[in-house]
């Protein structure tokens, strides 16, 4: 009938294709695949999408708009607020708050075979490297050193989603603060803690 609304919105489609992509990879992004996930026809994805082409750059958008490594604040410059902005983070990753790793694993695959996606994949890589560079400079570490450890920092993270560790949240809370010492500098850290439990002491009082 004409004028009848459509039964699946973009975003149902971008979300379906996200599944996929996980499960799947990227043969599984196929229209007719996708449509009959969604219990449509193939009429409903060009409803939505001019083409293959505009659907791959749409989920590439909501992939770098949704799939968010690091708090989208930025570090503060001052060592404890630097600090607290690391333990929302860490919090962020274990919980899987804001950041769906077996969905960011998913588009560096795809990255392998689609210029599109790689250039997203070094867009991200250079906004979180150089936000985690921030932090430890705010630490206290000069810049060459703050570079590098946000690399030990980013790379680490990346490859322990990448090869599968399989950890309880109870088990990476609990290991979380040993992780934080090795990776960031325990000399650094606990100068930011002391720090930042001045600051909370302050406000208290």
């Not at 799939?67 to 860490?90: K, N």
Request: one cysteine or more.
């Amino acid at each position: 009938m004409a004028g009848r609304t459509p039964k699946n919105t973009v975003q149902d489609w971008i979300e379906a294709a996200q599944r996929t992509l996980v499960d799947e990879g990227i043969a599984g992004l196929k229209v007719d695949r996708l449509a009959n996930r969604l219990g449509v026809t193939r009429g409903g994805f060009y409803h939505n999408f001019k083409d293959r082409d505009e659907f791959f750059e749409q989920i590439i958008r909501h992939w770098e708009n949704s799939c968010r490594f690091l708090p989208d604040d930025p570090p503060p410059p001052r060592p404890g607020d630097a600090i607290e902005w690391l333990d929302r983070t860490i919090g962020r990753l274990i919980e899987s708050d804001g950041y769906d790793y077996r969905f960011d694993l998913a588009v560096r695959e795809w990255a392998r075979a689609d210029k599109r996606a790689e250039w997203a994949v070094e867009r991200a890589d250079r906004e979180r490297l150089d936000t985690l560079q921030k932090f430890f400079e705010a630490i206290g570490c000069d810049k060459e050193h703050a570079a590098i450890r946000a690399r030990v920092f980013y790379y680490h993270q990346i490859g322990y989603y990448a090869i599968g560790v399989r950890q309880s949240i109870a088990e990476r809370r609990r290991n979380a603060e040993l992780y934080m010492d090795i990776l960031c500098g325990e000399e650094e850290l606990k100068a930011a803690r002391a720090a930042a439990a001045k600051g909370r002491k302050a406000r208290a009082a």
